[in-house]
C-alpha cells in the first residue's frame, strides 16, 4: 500500500487541517516529525521552506502548506470536500480562510498566556522538533520563545486578553448549538470549513489542556465535533431523528445554510471583518509604496501592523497577505457565478456579517510557485 508522508507535530495549528483531510479521505499516511535527516536532506529541498505540514508523496512529490496539500487531492478527486450550491460553496471558502487566519488570538492567547497548566505539555512537543544533534531542552525553549513573541505579533497583548476570552466563549457557545444539530458544519459530512475550523480548533485550542478543559467543560459537542473530525469513520452515533440513526455522507439539502450556521458566522465576523478590511488597506500601502516588487518575489509573513476595532476595543495585529491569497478563491468563485446566484450568495452573506470580506481584496494578485507564495 502507497503511503504518504506528512510532515508535522500533534500541537500544530495548520498539520491540523492536512492531517484531518487525509484521515477523512482514507488516505493511507505516517505522520513524521520534521526534526529528521531525510527531512533536512530530501524533503527540505523540494519545500524550499522549513514549515509544516508539508508531504511527500509515495512518489517523491513535495507539497508544502496546508492548503496546498488539501488541493493536491482535492483537484484530483473533483473536489468533494466542496458542497455543488453557490451559497454553501462560498460559506466553506470564507471558513477555510477563517479557520487558518482568523482564530489566530484564541489560540495563542490559550496556548501561551496559561503557563502553569500548559508549559509542561508543550515542552514535550517542542522538544520533538530538536535536529540530530541538538539539546532538546534548548531547542524547546527557543521555539516556545519564539512563538511567544508571535502571539504579540497577532495582537494577543495583555489590554486585548477579557475582549479574546469574551468572543471566544461566545463562538465556543454558537458552535455547541451547531453541533448539537449537525455532526459537521454543512450536513452529515465534513467540507473544506470543517477541515480548516479544526485546525485551531484542535491544534490549540482541543488539546492544550487549558483549552481543552474550557472546551470539555462548556462546549461537549464541539468536543465531539473535534474527535469526529480526528476519525476516520462519520462518528454520528449520537444524531437520530425518529428513532433511526443518520445516514451520513450528505451536504445539507437546497444549498440551505442553517440558522444555527447563521449564528457562528456572525461570531466568527465579529472580529474577522474589520482585522481582514484592515489588514487590506495596510498591504495595499505597503504594495503601492513597493511598487517595483519583481514579480515572483516570496511573501512575507507580514508586512506591517493593521490597526482596527472590535466592539469597541482598538486592537492591532500583523497585516498578513496569506489571508488574500485564500481569500481570493472565495471572491473568484463569486465572481463567476451566475447574477442570481451571486445575488443569493450576497444575501446569505449579509445575513451573516460577512459580505465584506468579498471586496477586501488586494492591488496585486498572489499565486504560488515552486513551493512558495508569491507576488504575482
Given at each position: 500500500m502507497s503511503v504518504h508522508t506528512l510532515y508535522g507535530i500533534p500541537l500544530s495549528l495548520?498539520?491540523?487541517?492536512?492531517?484531518?483531510y487525509l484521515i477523512k479521505n482514507g488516505l493511507p499516511y505516517r505522520e513524521v516529525t520534521p526534526a529528521t535527516t531525510h527531512f533536512a536532506q530530501v524533503v527540505l529541498p523540494r519545500a524550499k521552506l522549513w514549515t509544516i505540514p508539508t508531504l511527500e508523496t509515495p512518489e517523491g512529490l513535495v507539497i508544502r502548506d496546508g492548503a496546498?496539500?488539501?488541493?493536491?487531492?482535492e483537484s484530483r478527486a473533483g473536489h468533494p470536500a466542496l458542497p455543488t450550491g453557490p451559497r454553501q460553496r462560498i460559506v466553506h471558502r470564507l471558513l477555510d480562510v477563517v479557520g487558518m487566519e482568523g482564530l489566530l488570538r484564541p489560540a495563542m492567547h490559550y496556548r501561551w498566556n496559561?503557563?502553569?497548566?500548559?508549559d509542561s505539555f508543550l515542552l514535550h512537543h517542542f522538544s520533538a522538533l530538536t535536529p540530530p544533534g541538538m539539546d532538546s531542552a534548548e531547542v524547546a525553549a527557543g521555539g516556545m520563545g519564539r512563538m511567544r513573541q508571535a502571539a504579540v505579533a497577532f495582537g494577543v497583548v495583555p489590554e486585548a486578553f477579557e475582549g479574546i476570552e469574551a468572543r471566544y466563549l461566545a463562538l465556543l457557545a454558537v458552535l455547541d448549538r451547531h453541533f448539537a444539530e449537525l455532526p459537521y458544519l454543512l450536513g452529515g459530512r465534513p467540507?473544506?470549513?470543517?477541515?480548516?475550523?479544526?485546525?485551531?480548533l484542535?491544534?490549540?485550542?482541543?488539546?492544550?489542556?487549558k483549552p481543552l478543559s474550557l472546551m470539555q467543560s462548556k462546549a461537549v459537542h464541539v468536543f465531539r465535533w473535534v474527535e469526529r473530525m480526528n476519525r476516520p469513520e462519520p462518528d454520528v452515533g449520537e444524531f437520530v431523528t425518529n428513532g433511526e440513526p443518520m445516514t451520513p455522507g450528505a451536504f445539507v439539502a437546497d444549498d440551505e445554510i442553517p440558522?444555527?450556521?447563521?449564528?457562528?458566522?456572525?461570531?466568527?465576523?465579529?472580529?474577522?471583518?474589520?482585522?481582514t478590511l484592515a489588514a487590506a488597506d495596510c498591504i495595499n500601502e505597503w504594495l503601492e509604496a513597493n511598487a517595483d516588487l519583481p514579480t515572483g518575489t516570496p511573501l512575507e509573513r507580514g508586512v506591517g501592523q493593521a490597526s482596527f476595532e472590535v466592539e469597541g476595543e482598538k486592537l492591532g495585529a500583523m497585516a498578513q497577505p496569506y489571508r488574500f491569497f485564500l481569500l481570493a478563491r472565495a471572491q473568484a468563485e463569486f465572481d463567476a457565478l451566475a447574477p442570481e446566484d451571486r445575488a443569493r450568495v450576497e444575501e446569505v452573506l449579509d445575513d451573516c456579517h460577512l459580505l465584506p470580506v468579498l471586496s477586501a481584496r488586494l492591488h496585486r494578485e498572489i499565486g504560488r510557485d515552486d513551493n512558495r507564495e508569491v507576488w504575482l
Open positions: 495548520y498539520t491540523g487541517k492536512a492531517r484531518s496546498a496539500i488539501v488541493e493536491h487531492f496559561f503557563p502553569d497548566e500548559n467540507g473544506l470549513g470543517d477541515f480548516s475550523l479544526i485546525a485551531p484542535y491544534g490549540h485550542l482541543g488539546r492544550d489542556p440558522d444555527t450556521l447563521v449564528a457562528v458566522l456572525r461570531q466568527l465576523a465579529v472580529d474577522f471583518v474589520p482585522e
